[in-house]
T-cell receptor
Framework: NAGVTQTPKFRVLKTGQSMTLLCAQDMNHEYMYWYRQDPGMGLRLIHYSVGEGTTAKGEVPDGYNVSRLKKQNFLLGLESAAPSQTSVYFC???????????????FGSGTQLSVL | QKEVEQDPGPLSVPEGAIVSLNCTYSNSAFQYFMWYRQYSRKGPELLMYTYSSGNKEDGRFTAQVDKSSKYISLFIRDSQPSDSATYLCAIRGYSTLTFGKGTMLLVSP
C-alpha cells in the first residue's frame, strides 16, 4: 500500500517549457488536491477534484491545468513554465463523501520544481 | 484578510518546555479544525483534529478551539527534540482545506 505517490521528485525547467506532474493514490479516494508550498506563503491550493472526471479551481490556479481521467490519478500540467512557478508541489487525497469528521488528508512526498 | 492567519516563527524552546501554537481564522462557518505536522522535506501529516469549540487531548498534545474568538491552539507538553517541525493549522470547508502558513518549531536538547 504505497499511499500517495508523486513523480517526479525533482525537476528543473527552462522558462517556457511544459511538463506534467503525476499523482497516484491506491486508497480508492474520491478527493484529490494539488498544493504548492513556498517559503512564507504556506500551502496554497491550486486545483482539486471531487471525483473522476471532475476538477475545480483553488486559490492559485493561473498557469496550471489539471485532469482526473482515472480515479487514482490526478495530473498537474504547466503549459509554459515561469520562474514564479518555482515551488514545492504536494499532491494529497482523502476519502470524501463520508459522514466522518476526521477525514485526514494523505500527502505525497512532494516535487521540487525549479524554473530558470 | 487571509482566511487563516498563523505566525510563521521560528519558535525556539528548550527540551521539556510547554509549547503553544496558535491560529486565527475569519470565517465563522468553519466547523472542523486540524493540525498537521511537517518534517523537513516531507509532506504534512495529520496530528490532531477538533470539531467545533472545546479541547481534545492526545498524549502530550492538546488541541483547543474557541469559536467565539475564532482562535485555535495546539499545546505540546514536555516538548522533545523530535517535535522539531513545522506545524500547520488547517480549517476544513465543504470540499477543501485552508492552511495557515505554518509555524516552525525548534526544540533544543
Amino acid at each position: 500500500n504505497a499511499g500517495v505517490t508523486q513523480t517526479p521528485k525533482f525537476r528543473v525547467l527552462k522558462t517556457g517549457q511544459s511538463m506534467t506532474l503525476l499523482c497516484a493514490q491506491d486508497m480508492n479516494h474520491e478527493y484529490m488536491y494539488w498544493y504548492r508550498q513556498d517559503p512564507g506563503m504556506g500551502l496554497r491550493l491550486i486545483h482539486y477534484s471531487v471525483g473522476e472526471g471532475t476538477t475545480a479551481k483553488g486559490e492559485v490556479p493561473d498557469g496550471y491545468n489539471v485532469s482526473r481521467l482515472k480515479k487514482q490519478n490526478f495530473l498537474l500540467g504547466l503549459e509554459s513554465a515561469a520562474p514564479s512557478q518555482t515551488s514545492v508541489y504536494f499532491c494529497a487525497s482523502r476519502q470524501g463523501r463520508t459522514r466522518t469528521t476526521n477525514e485526514k488528508l494523505f500527502f505525497g512526498s512532494g516535487t521540487q520544481l525549479s524554473v530558470l | 484578510q487571509k482566511e487563516v492567519e498563523q505566525d510563521p516563527g521560528p519558535l525556539s524552546v528548550p527540551e521539556g518546555a510547554i509549547v503553544s501554537l496558535n491560529c486565527t481564522y475569519s470565517n465563522s462557518a468553519f466547523q472542523y479544525f486540524m493540525w498537521y505536522r511537517q518534517y523537513s522535506r516531507k509532506g504534512p501529516e495529520l496530528l490532531m483534529y477538533t470539531y467545533s469549540s472545546g479541547n481534545k487531548e492526545d498524549g502530550r498534545f492538546t488541541a483547543q478551539v474557541d469559536k467565539s474568538s475564532k482562535y485555535i491552539s495546539l499545546f505540546i507538553r514536555d516538548s522533545q527534540p523530535s517535535d522539531s517541525a513545522t506545524y500547520l493549522c488547517a480549517i476544513r470547508g465543504y470540499s477543501t482545506l485552508t492552511f495557515g502558513k505554518g509555524t516552525m518549531l525548534l526544540v533544543s536538547p
